[in-house]
């Protein structure tokens, strides 16, 4: 519609449309306050929304918290203290098994007490120059070992399957009480105890059987016989016997273990201060030079780490006392 049309209705119905016109006009005012009130009031909404939203713009969005992160950490390649400490822990009781070491591995009653056997290295420190699982080769020779008594001290033997060991492996009596096989050339075997020294000139690896025990081999003419022999841990069912040298009291005192399945490592005893090593002579006796210990609790340990408590041992010179307990088979 132009604006000549409306000129022309105005004119013609002035009296009439005046009125009118303001009547319009007040409707269209009356409407447009109350549009811009409510205008006011959404943008005032809007003012308010955008007031309580944070402006700091290191906060996450809702995107950056829904989705993963553009970069990966690094692993963590060190496990957490907690966890090295616990796995210390439980290491702690297999590195403190042996009585040189700082022990604390409880043991059982005072004649029966044990300890479980100690890793190859620790056996082999143990075992001196005779160790477990390896084979020797050297010669046999032949003795009269009369009642199989030697150098060990250990008495009559109760069988003569007995051999002196040279004086290199005899090692200060470490050999004593040991058990070895024995195999010849020609295919025959036979197992003696450790009982005797045989003195330079016999060489490393040799063994100087009995004669009893070198005629299950070969024929005594035969002289010297080529060998190989191991170390063993037979099968026993007598106990581990106690006896003082002659001369012990409580002012000095000589120790030794009896019939032992396996070669005994250290003999230790018990004083005011706690266990006590005692040295061990070339004639297969630990001694207390101060009387140290003598008379009391008794603790021996085989070349395996196997750890035996014994008491009620008393002073009695040259007598064998029953321990009634034993090394385990290895």
């Known amino acids: 519609m132009s604006t000549t049309k409306h000129g022309t209705a105005r004119k013609y119905r002035r009296a009439v449309g005046i009125p009118l016109a303001l009547v319009a006009v007040a409707v269209v005012v009356c409407l447009a306050a109350a549009l811009l009130s409510r205008g006011s009031t959404a943008d005032v909404s809007v003012t308010a929304a955008k007031a309580s939203a944070p402006t700091d713009s290191s906060a996450p969005s809702v995107t950056a918290a829904t989705t993963a992160p553009t970069s990966t950490p690094p692993p963590v390649t060190t496990p957490p203290t907690p966890r090295r400490t616990a796995k210390a822990a439980t290491k702690t009781p297999a590195t403190t098994r042996s009585p040189r070491a700082a022990s604390t591995t409880p043991t059982r009653s005072p004649r029966t007490a ?195 408590s014994i008491d009620g041992i008393a002073i009695k010179p040259d007598v064998a006392q029953s321990t009634r307990v034993q090394f385990a088979r290895h």
């Open 114 to 308: 044990s300890t479980p056997p100690r890793t190859t290295s620790a056996v082999g420190s143990l075992a001196g120059r005779i160790k477990p699982a390896v084979r020797y080769r050297g010669v046999a020779t032949a003795y009269e070992a009369a009642d199989g008594n030697g150098a060990c001290l250990y008495g009559p033997a109760p069988n003569l399957m007995v051999a002196a060991m040279n004086h290199t492996d005899y090692e200060s009596a470490k050999a004593c009480g040991a058990y070895v096989l024995v195999r010849a050339a020609n295919g025959k075997s036979i197992t003696v105890r450790i009982v005797n020294e045989c003195p330079l000139p016999c060489a490393p690896g040799q063994l100087d059987l009995s004669q009893q025990a070198f005629a299950k081999l070969a024929k005594l003419s035969v002289g010297r016989l080529p060998i190989t022999w191991t170390l063993l841990s037979p099968a026993l069912s007598s106990p581990i016997s106690i006896r003082y040298k002659v001369g012990s009291s409580q002012y000095w005192c000589g120790i030794q273990a009896i019939g032992h399945r396996n070669p005994l490592a250290t003999l230790e005893v018990r004083t005011a201060k706690g266990w006590r090593k005692l040295q061990r002579t070339d004639y297969n006796y630990f001694l207390s030079p101060d009387g140290s210990g003598c008379g009391k609790a008794i603790r021996i340990t085989d070349i395996y780490g196997q750890r035996l």
